[in-house]
């Protein structure tokens, strides 16, 4: 299995909303991250877990919060978003101990806040 | 602090013509890796190619290749025999060689379509 699978594929939701964003992958890998992608831009990094521990906070808002249940999956949980958070979230994993060899990338959640 | 630059929005060549992309870096760090990353309308992002700064000879992969001029800081992916699947956005991105690094530089993407 060489995939990151993400669902939901498509999200929309209310300010007022709770929902969560799932990422599993079965390669081994011991690094997972969430990115935040606006259209036409680079992705942009929001977390990283390396070896199922928070290693990095991109000074993110605490209305979007990461839980790594098990070396397997990412969660990114959502509550009281706002209309600029609307974008397409990716999900990635890499080997541990870096990123030298490259991510591989889920097909992502394109989020719409309303 | 790192910085990556495509400059070159957007570009477009025919089916079975070779394509240039552009991406330049600015970076004090001698041993680093640099990435490109395709990114098709289905969303999701695909590693095309991955060089180490501190190997001198270009990586390639099939049809793409990529020419590093590390004293130039410069990292161009040039794609030979273009199909109509390798219209994309392309992402140069790149990495400090250090232990438990994770984080990437992206640039901000060049935009390619072929043409049939």
């Known amino acids: 299995d060489t995939e990151v699978t993400q669902t939901p594929k498509h999200l929309v939701m209310g300010m007022t909303n709770k929902k969560s964003l799932k990422c599993e992958q079965h390669?081994?890998?011991?690094?997972m991250y969430w990115y935040k992608q606006k259209a036409k831009k680079p992705p942009e990094l929001m977390f990283v877990?390396?070896?199922?521990?928070?290693?990095i906070n991109e000074s993110v808002p605490s209305r979007f919060s990461p839980e790594c249940p098990n070396s397997s999956l990412l969660n990114l949980h959502l509550h009281a978003l706002q209309p600029e958070d609307s974008a397409l979230y990716l999900c990635?994993?890499?080997?541990?101990?870096?990123?030298?060899?490259?991510?591989?990338f889920g097909s992502g959640t394109r989020l719409t806040v309303v | 602090a790192q910085t990556v630059t495509q400059s070159q929005p957007e570009m477009s060549v025919q089916e079975a013509e070779t394509v240039t992309l552009s991406c330049t870096y600015d970076?004090?760090?001698?041993?680093?890796?640099l990435f490109w990353y395709k990114q098709p309308p289905s969303r999701q992002m695909i590693l095309v190619i991955r060089?180490?700064?501190?190997?001198?000879q270009n990586a390639t992969e099939n049809r793409f290749s990529v020419n590093f001029q590390k004293a130039a800081k410069s990292f161009s992916l040039k794609i030979s025999d273009s199909q109509l699947g390798d219209t994309a956005m392309y992402f140069c991105?790149?990495?400090?060689?250090?232990?438990?690094?994770?984080?990437?530089?992206f640039g901000t993407g060049t935009r390619l379509k072929v043409l049939a």
């Open positions: 990635a994993s890499s080997q541990g101990g870096g990123a030298n060899y490259g991510y591989t």
């Open positions: 390669m081994g890998h011991r690094a």
């Open positions: 877990y390396s070896y199922e521990k928070l290693s």
């Open positions: 970076t004090s760090e001698n041993n680093y890796y």
């Open positions: 060089q180490e700064a501190y190997k001198q």
């Open positions: 991105a790149f990495m400090k060689h250090s232990p438990g690094t994770y984080k990437y530089i």
